[in-house]
Protein backbone atom coordinates (compact mmCIF):
# COMPACT_ATOMS: atom_id res chain seq x y z
CA UNK A 1 0.00 0.00 0.00
CA UNK A 2 2.36 1.97 1.17
CA UNK A 3 5.90 2.67 -0.43
CA UNK A 4 8.92 1.08 1.62
CA UNK A 5 9.91 3.44 4.33
CA UNK A 6 7.59 6.03 3.44
CA UNK A 7 6.02 6.01 6.87
CA UNK A 8 7.26 5.91 9.97
CA UNK A 9 5.42 5.53 13.51
CA UNK A 10 5.20 7.73 16.16
CA UNK A 11 2.51 7.70 19.14
CA UNK A 12 1.71 10.89 21.67
CA UNK A 13 2.14 10.63 25.30
CA UNK A 14 -0.56 11.95 25.93
CA UNK A 15 -2.37 8.44 26.63
CA UNK A 16 0.35 8.10 29.39
CA UNK A 17 0.07 12.04 31.07
CA UNK A 18 -2.08 14.48 29.72
CA UNK A 19 -0.91 18.07 29.67
CA UNK A 20 -4.48 19.58 29.56
CA UNK A 21 -5.84 17.38 32.36
CA UNK A 22 -2.68 16.76 34.64
CA UNK A 23 -4.65 14.59 37.28
CA UNK A 24 -4.47 11.63 34.10
CA UNK A 25 -1.38 10.06 34.36
CA UNK A 26 0.44 12.64 36.96
CA UNK A 27 2.33 9.70 38.59
CA UNK A 28 3.55 8.56 35.51
CA UNK A 29 7.34 9.18 34.80
CA UNK A 30 9.09 10.07 31.64
CA UNK A 31 10.85 7.14 31.41
CA UNK A 32 7.90 4.94 32.03
CA UNK A 33 6.17 6.44 28.67
CA UNK A 34 9.02 5.83 26.61
CA UNK A 35 10.09 2.97 27.91
CA UNK A 36 6.34 1.56 27.18
CA UNK A 37 6.16 3.35 23.40
CA UNK A 38 9.64 1.28 22.83
CA UNK A 39 8.09 -1.73 24.10
CA UNK A 40 5.27 -1.90 21.97
CA UNK A 41 7.08 -0.92 18.33
CA UNK A 42 6.83 2.68 17.75
CA UNK A 43 10.01 4.46 16.80
CA UNK A 44 9.00 8.10 17.26
CA UNK A 45 6.83 10.44 19.90
CA UNK A 46 5.66 13.76 20.28
CA UNK A 47 6.30 16.16 23.23
CA UNK A 48 4.67 16.47 26.38
CA UNK A 49 5.17 18.57 29.05
CA UNK A 50 7.35 15.95 31.20
CA UNK A 51 10.12 15.28 28.48
CA UNK A 52 13.37 17.38 29.46
CA UNK A 53 13.40 20.46 28.38
CA UNK A 54 17.26 20.37 27.18
CA UNK A 55 17.85 18.43 24.25
CA UNK A 56 21.39 16.99 25.50
CA UNK A 57 19.15 14.73 28.02
CA UNK A 58 16.03 14.36 25.99
CA UNK A 59 17.54 12.77 22.80
CA UNK A 60 20.45 10.42 24.38
CA UNK A 61 17.37 9.26 26.71
CA UNK A 62 15.14 8.77 23.13
CA UNK A 63 18.19 6.96 21.39
CA UNK A 64 18.81 4.59 24.08
CA UNK A 65 15.37 3.54 23.54
CA UNK A 66 15.47 3.49 19.70
CA UNK A 67 13.08 6.79 19.72
CA UNK A 68 13.21 10.33 17.89
CA UNK A 69 11.36 12.92 17.86
CA UNK A 70 8.57 13.31 14.85
CA UNK A 71 6.53 17.04 15.92
CA UNK A 72 5.48 18.55 18.68
CA UNK A 73 1.77 21.11 19.03
CA UNK A 74 2.66 24.68 18.94
CA UNK A 75 -0.03 26.99 20.42
CA UNK A 76 -0.17 30.11 18.05
CA UNK A 77 -2.12 33.78 18.94
CA UNK A 78 -2.59 35.79 15.51
CA UNK A 79 -6.07 36.16 15.78
CA UNK A 80 -5.26 38.26 19.03
CA UNK A 81 -2.93 41.46 17.58
CA UNK A 82 -1.38 41.87 20.66
CA UNK A 83 0.22 38.89 21.10
CA UNK A 84 1.59 38.21 17.53
CA UNK A 85 4.99 39.50 18.12
CA UNK A 86 5.33 37.49 21.52
CA UNK A 87 3.74 33.90 18.73
CA UNK A 88 6.51 34.63 16.60
CA UNK A 89 9.29 34.64 18.95
CA UNK A 90 7.77 31.52 21.11
CA UNK A 91 7.37 30.02 17.22
CA UNK A 92 10.88 30.23 16.35
CA UNK A 93 11.80 29.06 20.17
CA UNK A 94 10.26 25.72 19.33
CA UNK A 95 10.97 25.84 15.76
CA UNK A 96 14.68 25.62 16.61
CA UNK A 97 14.18 23.20 19.68
CA UNK A 98 12.44 20.69 17.30
CA UNK A 99 15.30 20.87 14.88
CA UNK A 100 18.11 20.21 17.06
CA UNK A 101 15.87 16.85 17.64
CA UNK A 102 16.03 16.21 14.22
CA UNK A 103 12.38 16.61 13.80
CA UNK A 104 10.50 18.33 10.15
CA UNK A 105 7.68 19.38 11.18
CA UNK A 106 6.04 21.75 13.97
CA UNK A 107 2.26 21.45 14.30
CA UNK A 108 0.71 24.46 14.53
CA UNK A 109 -3.11 25.35 16.25
CA UNK A 110 -4.28 28.63 16.25
CA UNK A 111 -5.48 29.52 20.22
CA UNK A 112 -6.28 32.81 20.41
CA UNK A 113 -9.93 33.20 22.40
CA UNK A 114 -10.52 29.48 22.38
CA UNK A 115 -12.70 27.21 24.59
CA UNK A 116 -10.63 24.38 24.64
CA UNK A 117 -9.52 24.42 27.95
CA UNK A 118 -12.74 25.94 29.50
CA UNK A 119 -16.08 24.49 30.54
CA UNK A 120 -17.81 25.55 27.17
CA UNK A 121 -19.32 22.65 24.82
CA UNK A 122 -16.73 23.25 21.93
CA UNK A 123 -19.35 23.92 19.58
CA UNK A 124 -20.51 27.30 20.86
CA UNK A 125 -17.13 28.76 20.39
CA UNK A 126 -16.95 32.52 19.90
CA UNK A 127 -17.23 33.57 16.06
CA UNK A 128 -13.55 35.10 14.36
CA UNK A 129 -13.78 38.39 12.97
CA UNK A 130 -12.53 38.91 9.08
CA UNK A 131 -9.90 40.88 10.17
CA UNK A 132 -8.68 38.21 12.60
CA UNK A 133 -8.91 35.59 9.60
CA UNK A 134 -6.64 37.89 8.20
CA UNK A 135 -4.35 38.07 10.94
CA UNK A 136 -4.21 34.53 11.33
CA UNK A 137 -3.30 33.67 7.60
CA UNK A 138 -0.38 36.20 7.04
CA UNK A 139 0.68 35.07 10.46
CA UNK A 140 0.83 31.51 9.25
CA UNK A 141 2.47 32.54 6.17
CA UNK A 142 4.49 33.90 8.03
CA UNK A 143 6.22 31.48 10.17
CA UNK A 144 6.01 29.30 7.51
CA UNK A 145 8.09 31.14 6.04
CA UNK A 146 10.50 30.76 8.40
CA UNK A 147 10.40 27.29 9.07
CA UNK A 148 10.95 27.00 4.93
CA UNK A 149 14.33 28.94 5.54
CA UNK A 150 15.11 26.44 8.46
CA UNK A 151 14.06 23.49 6.54
CA UNK A 152 10.65 22.39 8.27
CA UNK A 153 7.58 22.57 7.76
CA UNK A 154 4.18 23.71 9.08
CA UNK A 155 1.11 21.49 9.65
CA UNK A 156 -1.71 22.82 10.87
CA UNK A 157 -3.38 21.12 13.43
CA UNK A 158 -7.44 21.72 13.36
CA UNK A 159 -8.54 21.04 16.80
CA UNK A 160 -11.80 20.85 18.61
CA UNK A 161 -12.78 24.16 20.60
CA UNK A 162 -10.36 26.09 19.01
CA UNK A 163 -10.56 28.62 15.77
CA UNK A 164 -10.28 26.13 13.37
CA UNK A 165 -12.66 23.43 14.15
CA UNK A 166 -14.77 22.02 11.32
CA UNK A 167 -14.07 21.39 7.10
CA UNK A 168 -15.25 24.39 6.37
CA UNK A 169 -13.39 26.59 8.45
CA UNK A 170 -10.39 24.17 7.43
CA UNK A 171 -11.10 24.91 3.18
CA UNK A 172 -11.41 28.57 4.51
CA UNK A 173 -7.61 28.52 6.27
CA UNK A 174 -6.37 26.55 3.20
CA UNK A 175 -7.50 28.80 1.10
CA UNK A 176 -6.54 31.95 2.66
CA UNK A 177 -2.47 30.68 3.06
CA UNK A 178 -0.03 29.86 0.99
CA UNK A 179 0.47 26.21 -0.14
CA UNK A 180 4.28 26.25 -0.35
CA UNK A 181 4.25 27.98 3.27
CA UNK A 182 1.07 26.23 5.38
CA UNK A 183 0.56 22.65 5.05
CA UNK A 184 -1.99 20.41 7.31
CA UNK A 185 -1.73 17.94 10.50
CA UNK A 186 -5.02 15.09 9.23
CA UNK A 187 -6.25 14.77 12.83
CA UNK A 188 -9.07 11.80 11.93
CA UNK A 189 -10.11 12.39 15.04
CA UNK A 190 -10.96 15.97 15.51
CA UNK A 191 -12.57 15.96 12.10
CA UNK A 192 -15.01 12.98 12.67
CA UNK A 193 -16.28 14.87 16.53
CA UNK A 194 -16.22 17.79 14.19
CA UNK A 195 -19.13 16.08 12.77
CA UNK A 196 -17.03 15.91 9.22
CA UNK A 197 -15.33 13.06 6.94
CA UNK A 198 -11.72 12.72 7.67
CA UNK A 199 -11.57 10.82 4.17
CA UNK A 200 -12.71 13.55 2.32
CA UNK A 201 -10.01 15.74 3.78
CA UNK A 202 -7.39 13.42 2.98
CA UNK A 203 -9.17 13.30 -0.93
CA UNK A 204 -9.48 17.15 -0.80
CA UNK A 205 -6.35 18.56 0.30
CA UNK A 206 -3.95 15.56 -0.25
CA UNK A 207 -0.82 17.47 -1.32
CA UNK A 208 -0.80 19.73 1.71
CA UNK A 209 -0.54 16.91 4.24
CA UNK A 210 2.56 16.77 6.08
CA UNK A 211 1.56 15.21 9.19
CA UNK A 212 -1.15 12.64 10.61
CA UNK A 213 -2.57 11.70 14.01
CA UNK A 214 -4.59 8.86 13.96
CA UNK A 215 -6.86 9.08 16.49
CA UNK A 216 -10.24 7.08 17.15
CA UNK A 217 -14.04 7.68 18.87
CA UNK A 218 -16.21 6.01 20.88
CA UNK A 219 -19.68 6.48 19.17
CA UNK A 220 -21.04 5.78 22.82
CA UNK A 221 -19.70 9.17 23.92
CA UNK A 222 -20.07 11.12 21.34
CA UNK A 223 -23.70 11.03 21.48
CA UNK A 224 -23.87 11.67 25.18
CA UNK A 225 -21.01 14.92 24.58
CA UNK A 226 -23.83 16.23 22.39
CA UNK A 227 -26.51 15.46 25.07
CA UNK A 228 -25.13 16.90 27.57
CA UNK A 229 -22.92 19.85 26.18
CA UNK A 230 -19.94 18.39 27.45
CA UNK A 231 -16.65 20.45 27.21
CA UNK A 232 -13.49 19.32 25.27
CA UNK A 233 -12.00 18.35 28.82
CA UNK A 234 -14.81 16.86 29.93
CA UNK A 235 -15.64 14.68 27.34
CA UNK A 236 -11.58 13.64 27.13
CA UNK A 237 -12.57 12.59 31.01
CA UNK A 238 -15.85 11.33 29.52
CA UNK A 239 -13.36 8.94 26.90
CA UNK A 240 -14.32 9.52 23.85
CA UNK A 241 -11.28 9.00 22.37
CA UNK A 242 -9.51 5.58 21.98
CA UNK A 243 -6.60 4.19 19.73
CA UNK A 244 -7.69 3.92 16.11
CA UNK A 245 -9.47 0.33 15.23
CA UNK A 246 -10.91 1.07 18.58
CA UNK A 247 -13.79 2.75 17.84
CA UNK A 248 -15.77 3.89 15.60
CA UNK A 249 -13.90 5.78 12.05
CA UNK A 250 -13.32 3.19 9.30
CA UNK A 251 -9.59 3.80 8.61
CA UNK A 252 -8.96 1.51 5.96
CA UNK A 253 -10.44 3.72 3.07
CA UNK A 254 -8.35 6.47 5.14
CA UNK A 255 -5.03 4.34 4.69
CA UNK A 256 -5.67 3.91 0.86
CA UNK A 257 -6.12 7.62 0.71
CA UNK A 258 -3.19 8.41 2.15
CA UNK A 259 -1.18 6.30 0.22
CA UNK A 260 -2.58 7.49 -3.42
CA UNK A 261 -1.57 10.68 -2.49
CA UNK A 262 2.12 9.54 -1.98
CA UNK A 263 1.94 10.61 1.69
CA UNK A 264 5.00 10.39 3.16
CA UNK A 265 5.89 11.05 6.87
CA UNK A 266 5.14 10.15 10.26
CA UNK A 267 1.49 8.20 11.16
CA UNK A 268 1.33 9.40 15.29
CA UNK A 269 -1.31 7.42 17.25
CA UNK A 270 -2.84 9.71 19.55
CA UNK A 271 -5.28 8.94 21.93
CA UNK A 272 -6.22 11.49 25.07
CA UNK A 273 -7.51 8.62 27.54
CA UNK A 274 -7.20 8.40 31.52
CA UNK A 275 -4.36 5.69 32.18
CA UNK A 276 -6.53 3.91 34.79
CA UNK A 277 -9.06 3.23 32.67
CA UNK A 278 -6.95 2.80 29.64
CA UNK A 279 -4.04 1.01 30.34
CA UNK A 280 -1.35 2.75 28.23
CA UNK A 281 0.95 0.10 26.95
CA UNK A 282 -2.02 -2.69 26.32
CA UNK A 283 -3.66 0.60 23.90
CA UNK A 284 -0.26 1.48 22.69
CA UNK A 285 -0.04 -2.42 21.73
CA UNK A 286 -3.72 -2.41 19.73
CA UNK A 287 -2.74 0.14 17.84
CA UNK A 288 0.24 -0.82 16.71
CA UNK A 289 -1.05 -4.25 15.54
CA UNK A 290 -4.23 -2.42 14.11
CA UNK A 291 -1.65 -0.22 11.96
CA UNK A 292 0.43 -3.57 10.99
CA UNK A 293 -2.47 -5.24 10.22
CA UNK A 294 -4.23 -2.74 8.01
CA UNK A 295 -1.20 -1.27 6.53
CA UNK A 296 1.88 -3.83 6.35
CA UNK A 297 3.79 -1.36 8.12
Not at 32 to 60: H, R, T, W
Not at 154 to 168: D, P, S
Not at 228 to 249: E, M, Q, R
Not at 269 to 282: F, H, I, R, S, T
Amino acid sequence: MFAPNSIQLSISPIAWTNDDLPELGGHITFEQCINEMAIAGFSGSEIGNKYPKDQDVLKPALEQRGLQISSAWFSAFFSEKERSGETVDSFVEQMNFLKAMGAKVVNVCECGHCVQLTPTYPFDRPEYSDEQWQQVAQGLNMIGEIARENGMVTAYHCHMGTMVQNVEETERLMEMTDPDLVHLLVDTGHAYYAGDDPLAIVRKYGSRIRNVHLKDLRQSVLDEVHVKKLSYLDSVKAGVFTVPGDGCIDFSPIFQALAEVNYRGWFVVEADQDPEKANPLEYAKKARSFIRINTGI
